[in-house]
Each structure stands twice: as structure tokens, then as C-alpha cells.
């Protein structure tokens, strides 16, 4: 074993040489386990059930080639990766047991949470206090060891620990969590800790995904007992980048998938497959699909700022039209989700938490959230409206940065948050009225709403003929097999949850010039709407166009955006437009009326209170405004008493007007 090991390192010589270059900021040589399979199979194997007594000969042989003269005692490490695919090397959290400890195995997860980096010493002096013997103990457990006995004076005595003159390490603790992606819908992950020591110590973050090799090891119980804890000795980690790479997808399916984009009516196919127990709601079910295949990541402006690819939707309205069902559909199909409700989730939870580290003695670590540990899939939040303000402010950044910010119990921290926002919501008085913004029907703030790319008013209409055909279509769920088969998606689940896994990974659609032109006339013409001081869009309805465009390009496995996307995401903007911006007062698109709690009409009612207001005051000896004569001349100008009064009271709880007496108004200027 020992000639072989040695003769394989010395074919790389060219990686130590430039390792020794770089020491004591580099001390690993990262080697690959395939290849050495390739070279050595049967110590390659012993590496795998043998782990420690294969590492040791590897760094003994490593450390006494001589590549570095001018250290005395060079320490170097030999870390493997790239182990084979197959279930004896790589293995899933969940799957590590008891046969598995002792052995070299790779696993793949998310970190959700770090420790300090604390030193650990690695070989410890110890003083006998009764002949002042020097005796060296090598550190290979969590727990301080000391000699059993005196080599000196040849007596058990005890030892005192000299920590100035022991050696030491940095050592980190870490938690994984099984990717997403991995997890069938409902179910738990599951999680492990890891041991990682010397250079691998704070090289990833809460929310990275990670791939590595280590050795499964025991922690014994506090208080004595049959049960331990097992965690992961970490021999090398390193980022991956990559999305969903875990969905097995097989040359068959692959076949399939790209047939399926050729289809001729592929679109039709996909938007069906979405939801189909769900009656109606084609707009929703279009924009659901759009949104599970995101916009063109990784764009960055040319002063560094990241443009935001996912999208995000919500889904407002009456209850008992199938939010919550929709988005269940979309936590069990989409490739990587997450589903939480706004009652059972804090700011904390979505974000990060703030946890005591036992390896610390109780210093604080952080954990994090839902929207980190989702990054690159979607995040389904139900009640979004039972949600605390507090809470729901913790999204503010998330939702256009695409990162959270930290700063608890003295630890200050940025995660990535690339995360689709899929949120539902009630109105306050539970029915849905179509006269009031949407602001005001809802405990959502206008700067978290402006937020969403898109949002769906859902309206329970009395309609005998919708009754009817809604009434047909849900008794096919609880009929004889043949009706339900004609509630059967028309792509199967597990094919478009491959599918769209498969289109963000390889996909990554280009605007054509043709397209950006579509785009440029629509968001110009959809502007000259505005007038009289509403505005039918802002720039953020532009940046929706071209990822919902993106999104429609993906679906077709195209990486170019043609005018037919284009014309799709128009499509969807200009009807959900219509549906929550359209101001029956002035007849005119005011998007005010989504992102504001003030609408340009009732801005309007404002401005002429607050002249009236002004002129009484001016031409009054006392310098007040009588209420009657406010509804007077408000009233004339076609103003009502109703709005007359909430307008009144809007202006006393910002502090503009206040009344010294009752029916006298005074401004506070």
C-alpha cells in the first residue's frame, strides 16, 4: 500500500510543488478519488472502509517527500472529493446509519447553520506534578486525554495541562440539511452535524450548498448510555453552484423532455398540468407556471448590482376559492420548495435565527430560514395577511435584493435569498370589494405588495352557470375512476418536475432585439396611459415583462426570448393590470392603487379638503374650520360626507390638521 500511495503522489509533483509554493496560506493537496480508484483499487477501497489508517499513511508520505527545505516539520493534509455517484460512496443525510460509521463516505446538503472557529488542541503537554516529567498526548477526541501514567518516575500521578506550550487548531462546527430538491413533497429534512478542522474552517455560509467527504464518527450521550450521536469528520468541502443537479433525469426522460418542447402545443399542456382539480383560474395557473421556471439567472448590471430572475406572485381574495390548494400543488411539483403559513412563521424563521452553540458553551450562532434554505426554488407562504408587521418586514430586502441581512446578538451576516415568493392572502373583512385598492383591503404594507410582480384578485361570483360547471368538475374527484381520469394532468408530475428542472439548468434565454422592441412599446404605451396624475405602471412592471418573457423562452427550452414570449408575458401583465389597477372612479389604470393606500382619486379628494381647509382658515379671525362649512363646500364639488370624514381623519392621524375644539379644525403648521 505504502509504494503505491507514494508513487502516486510523486505523479503530482506538479500540484505539491506549487502547494509547498503557497504554505503555511495552503496546506491541503486536494486529490481525486476516482482517479486514485483508477490508479490503486484496492487501496482506494481500503480508503473508503479504512479511512484513518489511509489518510495517516498518505500524510506521513506526503510530509516526509521533502518538498519543503526551509520548514523544519511542514504539516500537510490530504483531502479526497469527487467520490462515484454510487450509493456505497455518496449518500443521502437521511440514509447514513450504523453500517456507515468509521467508513469514508460523500453527502450533499445546505448548510443552515456555522459555529465560532475555536482552537482545539491537537496534541496536548502535560506535566506530572510529582516529578515534573513533560508527557506528549495526542488529541484525537473531542475530550481532553491525559497519560495514564508517568514515563519518568513510573508512577500514576497526576498531570497538570500546559496550554501555552501544546499544540492547537482551528476546529468549526457545522449543521447540514438535505437539499430540497431531494424531498418529496411533505416530507422532513433531515439534518447532520459536521467536524471540521485546520483550513476547512469558515470556507462556506448559512445557505450554501455544499458536497463532501468525510468520516462518519460517534458522539457519545452527556449522561451514560446505548445511544450516541453521530456527526461527520469533514476531509474536504466545496460549493456547488449548481441547481436542482440532484434529479436523477435518465437518458429516457431526457428524450422525453426534449419531445415534449417540440410539441406543438407544449404550453397548453403545461399550463393544464398545473392544478388540474382546480376549476378555472387559467391566468393564475399560466403565471404559477412562469414562475416555477424563472427568469435568466446570474445577470449583473455593469456596476455590480445583481438583477433579480424570480418572480414573484400572490393570490388575493375571497376564501374558499382554492389558494391554499394551489399552492400545495406547487410545494409537491415544483423541483425545490418549501411551504410555510403566516401564522406558524416568524421574521426569524423566513430569515435567520439566532441560536446558542453547545461547542461554545452557549455562544451564538446562526441558523438559517426558510427563504435561504429555498434558494433557487420557491417559497409558498399561505395567510401571508395573518403574518405580524414585524414579521412581514423581514421580506422587504429578500424580495428585491435577493439577500438578508443580519445583525443578531452581535453577529452581523449577509445570506443569499434567490427565492420565488408564491404568497396568498385574505381581505380584512373577508369578502373581496371591488370598488376599494387593494391597499386598504388588505394587512399587507403597499411596499411589500409593489414587491410582487404579478397579483391575482380571486372572486367568488355568484354565477349560476360558473356554479354549475365548478360543481361538475370537483364531484369527477369523488366519482368512478374513469371521471377522474379526466381531471388527469396532461403532463405526468414527475415528467414537468424534471422537466423544469432540466430547462433551469440548461436554459438561459437572451432578449432578441425584435422582443426588446415589443417590450420598449408596450411599457412606453402602457405609461401614456397615465394622465391627471395616475400612473398606469412603474419601471418595476418593465423588469416583470422581461422576466415573465424570460420565463415563457425557458418553458420552450429556448435560449432566445422571440416576440411570442413577449406577447405572453403582455398577455398575463395586461389582465392582471386590468384587474387591480383599473379605477372605476376616473376610468383610467392607476397603479396607485395597488402600491399606495392612496389612489389618484382619492389623492384628488385630498388636495380640494386640504384647500378648503386652508381658505376657511385663512379667512377666519379665529383661524379655524367649521366642519359645516367644510361639508359644504366639499359637498358641492361632488364629494360625499362618507369620504369628506375619512379624509378628515386621515389628515388628524398624520398630524397635518388637529381640532382644539370639537368641530374646529387648525392645521399643525
Not at 152 to 181: A, H, K, N, T, Y
Not at 319 to 334: D, E, H, T, W, Y
Request: proline share 4%.
Amino acid at each position: 500500500m505504502a509504494g503505491n500511495i507514494e508513487s502516486f503522489l510523486k505523479s503530482k509533483k506538479e500540484d505539491i510543488d506549487k502547494l509547498a509554493s503557497k504554505y503555511p496560506l495552503k496546506k491541503s493537496l486536494i486529490l481525486d478519488f476516482q482517479e486514485f480508484w483508477s490508479y490503486d483499487k484496492e487501496t482506494a477501497e481500503k480508503l473508503r472502509v479504512s479511512p484513518e489508517e489511509v489518510l495517516v499513511e498518505f500524510e506521513d508520505t506526503l510530509n516526509n517527500m521533502g518538498v519543503l527545505t526551509s520548514v523544519e516539520k511542514p504539516k500537510f493534509f490530504v483531502r479526497f472529493r469527487n467520490m462515484p455517484k454510487d450509493p456505497g460512496y455518496t449518500v443521502m443525510v437521511r440514509h447514513i446509519n450504523a453500517e456507515h460509521i468509521g467508513k469514508f463516505i460523500s453527502v450533499e446538503g445546505v448548510v443552515n447553520r456555522k459555529s465560532e472557529i475555536l482552537p482545539k488542541v491537537n496534541n496536548a503537554l502535560f506535566v506530572c506534578n510529582k516529578c515534573d516529567g513533560r508527557e506528549w498526548v495526542k488529541q484525537d477526541k473531542k475530550f481532553l486525554k491525559e497519560p495514564g501514567f508517568c514515563r519518568q518516575c513510573g508512577r500514576q500521578s497526576e498531570f497538570r495541562f500546559m496550554p501555552e506550550e501544546s499544540e492547537w487548531i482551528d476546529v468549526q462546527e457545522l449543521e447540514i440539511q438535505e437539499p430540497l430538491e431531494l424531498l418529496k413533497g411533505g416530507e422532513q429534512a433531515r439534518t447532520i452535524k459536521l467536524w471540521c478542522e485546520n483550513d476547512i474552517t469558515d470556507v462556506v455560509s448559512p445557505g450554501d450548498k455544499i458536497i463532501l467527504t468525510g468520516i462518519v464518527r460517534l458522539q457519545p450521550p452527556k449522561v451514560k448510555g446505548s445511544v450516541f450521536y453521530k456527526f461527520l469528520e469533514v476531509n474536504h468541502l466545496e460549493g456547488v453552484e449548481r441547481e436542482f443537479e440532484d434529479i436523477e433525469i435518465t437518458p429516457e426522460e431526457e428524450s422525453e423532455i426534449i419531445n415534449l418542447s417540440k410539441d406543438s402545443k407544449l404550453y397548453d399542456k403545461i399550463v393544464g398540468s398545473i392544478a388540474p382539480s382546480i376549476y378555472g383560474y387559467n391566468e393564475v395557473k399560466e403565471a404559477i407556471a412562469l414562475q416555477m421556471f424563472g427568469g435568466r439567472p446570474g445577470k449583473v448590471l455593469p456596476d455590480g448590482t445583481a438583477v433579480r430572475p424570480d418572480i414573484h406572485l400572490l393570490l388575493i381574495g375571497d376564501p374558499g376559492v382554492a389558494k391554499s390548494r394551489m399552492l400545495q400543488f406547487v410545494n409537491q411539483i415544483a423541483p425545490k420548495s418549501i411551504y410555510v403559513t403566516g401564522k406558524g412563521t416568524t421574521g426569524a424563521g423566513l430569515t435567520a435565527t439566532a441560536e446558542k452553540s453547545e461547542l461554545a458553551e452557549g455562544a451564538w450562532t446562526l441558523k438559517a430560514g426558510a427563504l435561504v434554505l429555498a434558494g433557487g426554488g420557491i417559497a409558498a407562504i399561505d395567510e401571508f395577511d395573518k403574518m405580524t408587521e414585524e414579521d412581514r418586514s423581514a421580506m422587504h430586502e429578500a424580495m428585491e435584493q435577493q439577500t438578508i441581512s443580519v445583525a443578531k446578538a452581535g453577529i452581523i451576516a449577509r445570506f443569499k435569498a434567490n427565492t420565488s415568493i408564491l404568497a396568498a392572502s385574505n381581505p380584512k373583512f373577508s369578502r373581496f370589494d371591488n370598488y376599494k385598492p387593494l391597499a386598504e383591503q388588505f394587512d399587507i404594507p403597499p411596499t411589500l405588495i409593489s414587491r410582487f410582480d404579478l397579483i391575482f384578485p380571486l372572486r367568488d361570483i355568484l354565477d349560476s352557470e360558473a356554479d354549475r360547471a365548478i360543481e361538475k368538475h370537483m364531484l369527477k374527484m369523488h366519482k368512478s375512476v374513469s371521471d377522474m381520469k379526466e381531471i388527469e394532468p396532461k403532463v405526468s408530475p414527475d415528467i414537468l418536475r424534471k422537466y423544469i428542472a432540466y430547462a433551469r439548468i440548461h436554459v438561459k434565454p437572451v432578449l432578441t432585439e425584435d422582443a426588446a422592441d415589443k417590450i420598449e412599446n408596450f411599457y412606453v404605451s402602457l405609461r401614456a396611459r397615465s394622465s391627471g396624475g395616475t400612473a398606469a405602471s412603474t419601471p418595476r412592471q418593465l423588469e416583470a415583462l422581461v422576466r415573465l418573457s424570460e420565463a415563457s423562452a425557458k418553458m420552450r427550452l429556448s435560449n432566445t426570448v422571440s416576440v411570442v414570449d413577449v406577447e405572453r408575458a403582455v398577455k398575463l401583465t395586461e389582465f392582471v393590470l386590468m384587474e387591480i389597477a383599473y379605477d372605476k372612479t376616473t376610468g383610467q389604470l392607476d397603479i396607485d392603487r395597488v402600491i399606495t393606500s392612496y389612489p389618484s382619486s382619492t389623492r384628488a379628494r385630498i388636495r380640494v379638503i386640504e384647500d378648503i381647509l386652508r381658505n376657511l382658515v385663512g379667512s377666519s379671525d379665529s383661524k379655524t374650520a367649521v366642519i359645516d362649512d367644510v361639508l359644504e363646500q366639499a359637498g358641492a364639488q361632488g364629494i360625499s360626507k362618507s369620504d369628506i370624514d375619512q379624509v378628515l381623519n386621515d389628515l388628524k392621524n398624520k398630524g397635518v390638521i388637529y381640532e382644539p375644539r370639537h368641530g374646529r379644525f387648525m392645521f399643525t403648521e
